[in-house]
């Protein structure tokens, strides 16, 4: 609250009431005992104001039942007591420490149930490709295979003639994403767009859809 | 007929029972207890509007108070400590449960309060003590989480503005002007019953 400028002498409202309530300092309350000693009317709105505090003081909330304060407190005895130690508290970087490695064997728990429990293939995808069993030229490989399992989709809506190439199905194994060195590029025509489909010279992985309507 | 003097027993400095407590002493706690529920409980309820949350941030305040003593660290009493810790939970309950005051069944509008309160009935002094609880509460929710506190750690738990100041970390210049605005708008509320 800032001083009046016009008179710097004049104490503030807050002051005033400070006064009323005691609780200025020696030297702030002889300066405002001066002043009112001059301006006796400017008391009657700190008075005011000090009436106010007596009247919640006069007024308090009622108190809880003896059967509340009794349960209030057996919560607080059973909260703030440690077993076995009295009630004397961990040193606090004893206490994190604790949690800290507490979340650390949880989540290396969850780690070796996670392995244990769905094993992952391992690897680099580049080297699971060159592992995988070559697949005679001949054979068009017809099967639709699962890019999804079942439990992932949900078919809104779709039209008659996409269900030849919406794959769907039972994920039997896991499935090897190709490499650009499995395929051959034979013919290539352009798109709706005009533009011409382009292979990559380096090997990487890539998933090729047949289109239904199209030789392979 | 000689007099016999009975010395009282010397009354445990907080201190004392905190040392206590900590020693795992149950009756130190029940002194702590017994000596500042009423002021903590008072302080929430003017917070919080209503008993049973007014008792759940007594009681987190008192845990949080007595499981945090390195915070306390001796720089102020143990009442500002206890009472500082106890409005901050309130104000933490207030804010993620809503401050919900205690409905009034009487639909009388606050003016017909007023001018029930003028009157000097005797037989209906249980009735209009309770009605003036409840316009104090009304009036206290006009302020901001701030000026409310300041209030009520000055008011109703009897704190003075040094006391307040530590238990709100602030200077006594801002208690003092928080105290100001607080009233200001109380006295806006509560109208003709503060002029009288």
Same mark, same amino acid.
């Given at each position: 609250?800032?001083? !009046?400028?016009? !008179?710097?002498?004049?104490?503030?409202?807050?002051?005033?009431?400070?006064?009323?309530?005691?609780?200025?300092?020696?030297?702030?309350?002889?300066?405002?005992?001066?002043?009112?000693?001059?301006?006796?009317?400017?008391?009657?709105?700190?008075?005011?104001?000090?009436?106010?505090?007596?009247?919640?003081?006069?007024?308090?909330?009622?108190?809880?039942? %003896?059967?509340?304060?009794?349960?209030?407190?057996?919560?607080?005895?059973?909260?703030?007591?440690?077993?076995?130690?009295?009630? !004397?508290?961990? %040193?606090?970087?004893?206490? &994190? &420490?604790?949690?800290?490695?507490?979340?650390?064997?949880?989540?290396?728990?969850?780690?070796?149930?996670?392995?244990?429990?769905? %094993?992952?293939?391992?690897?680099?995808?580049? +080297?699971?490709?060159?592992?995988?069993?070559?697949?005679? %030229? +001949?054979?068009?490989?017809?099967?639709?295979?699962?890019?999804?399992?079942?439990?992932?989709?949900?078919?809104?809506?779709?039209?008659?003639?996409?269900?030849?190439?919406?794959?769907?199905?039972? &994920? &039997?194994?896991?499935?090897?994403?190709?490499?650009?060195?499995?395929?051959?590029?034979? !013919?290539?025509?352009?798109?709706? +767009?005009?533009?011409?489909?382009?292979?990559?010279?380096?090997?990487?992985?890539?998933?090729?859809?047949?289109?239904?309507?199209?030789?392979? | 007929?000689?007099?016999?003097?009975?010395?009282?027993?010397?009354?445990?400095?907080?201190?004392?029972?905190?040392?206590?407590?900590?020693?795992?002493?149950?009756?130190?706690?029940?002194?702590?207890?017994?000596?500042? *529920?009423?002021?903590?409980?008072?302080?929430?309820?003017?917070?919080?509007?209503?008993? #049973?949350?007014?008792?759940?941030?007594?009681?987190?305040?008192?845990? /949080?108070?007595?499981?945090?003593?390195?915070?306390?660290?001796? *720089?102020?009493?143990? /009442?500002?400590?206890?009472?500082?810790?106890?409005?901050?939970?309130?104000?933490?309950?207030?804010?993620?449960?809503?401050?919900?005051?205690?409905?009034?069944?009487?639909?009388?509008?606050?003016?017909?309060?007023?001018?029930?309160?003028?009157?000097?009935?005797?037989?209906?002094?249980?009735?209009? *003590? #309770?009605?003036?609880?409840?316009?104090?509460?009304?009036?206290? $929710?006009?302020?901001?989480?701030?000026?409310?506190?300041?209030?009520?750690?000055? #008011?109703?738990?009897?704190? $003075?503005?040094?006391?307040? #100041?530590?238990?709100?970390?602030?200077?006594?210049?801002?208690?003092?002007?928080?105290? =100001? =605005?607080?009233?200001?708008?109380? *006295?806006?509320?509560?109208?003709?019953?503060?002029?009288?």
């Amino acid at each position: 609250m800032t001083r !009046n400028w016009h !008179n710097p002498q004049r104490p503030t409202p807050a002051e005033l009431a400070a006064w009323v309530e005691g609780e200025l300092d020696a030297a702030d309350a002889a300066r405002v005992e001066a002043w009112l000693h001059e301006h006796p009317d400017d008391a009657a709105d700190a008075e005011a104001s000090s009436r106010l505090t007596s009247l919640f003081r006069e007024y308090p909330p009622a108190d809880p039942s %003896p059967e509340a304060w009794k349960l209030t407190l057996a919560h607080v005895a059973a909260r703030a007591a440690v077993p076995g130690t009295g009630n !004397n508290r961990r %040193p606090r970087w004893q206490a &994190l &420490l604790l949690i800290g490695l507490a979340a650390a064997a949880a989540v290396l728990a969850c780690v070796v149930a996670t392995r244990a429990l769905w %094993p992952t293939q391992g690897g680099r995808v580049d +080297e699971r490709i060159a592992a995988r069993p070559k697949l005679p %030229p +001949e054979d068009d490989n017809d099967e639709p295979f699962a890019v999804a399992s079942a439990g992932e989709i949900d078919i809104l809506q779709m039209d008659a003639k996409d269900a030849g190439r919406l794959m769907i199905g039972q &994920l &039997l194994e896991p499935f090897v994403i190709a490499s650009s060195e499995d395929v051959e590029l034979v !013919n290539a025509e352009p798109g709706d +767009e005009g533009m011409m489909p382009r292979l990559q010279k380096e090997p990487f992985p890539m998933v090729v859809v047949v289109r239904a309507d199209k030789e392979p | 007929m000689s007099a016999v003097t009975l010395a009282c027993p010397p009354v445990p400095s907080d201190d004392e029972l905190l040392g206590r407590f900590a020693a795992g002493q149950s009756a130190a706690l029940d002194e702590l207890f017994r000596r500042y *529920r009423q002021a903590a409980y008072r302080v929430a309820f003017r917070l919080l509007g209503n008993e #049973a949350d007014a008792l759940d941030a007594v009681q987190e305040g008192f845990v /949080k108070a007595l499981t945090h003593l390195n915070g306390f660290q001796g *720089r102020s009493s143990f /009442k500002t400590w206890l009472l500082r810790v106890v409005s901050n939970a309130a104000l933490d309950l207030g804010r993620a449960r809503g401050r919900r005051e205690t409905v009034s069944l009487d639909t009388s509008t606050a003016a017909d309060v007023n001018e029930r309160l003028l009157s000097a009935d005797e037989s209906g002094l249980g009735l209009e *003590r #309770a009605d003036l609880r409840r316009l104090l509460d009304q009036a206290l $929710s006009t302020l901001s989480d701030v000026q409310r506190q300041t209030f009520v750690l000055y #008011a109703d738990a009897g704190l $003075s503005y040094r006391e307040v #100041a530590e238990a709100t970390s602030t200077s006594i210049g801002t208690v003092m002007s928080r105290l =100001y =605005y607080a009233r200001q708008k109380l *006295r806006a509320f509560l109208g003709e019953r503060i002029e009288s």
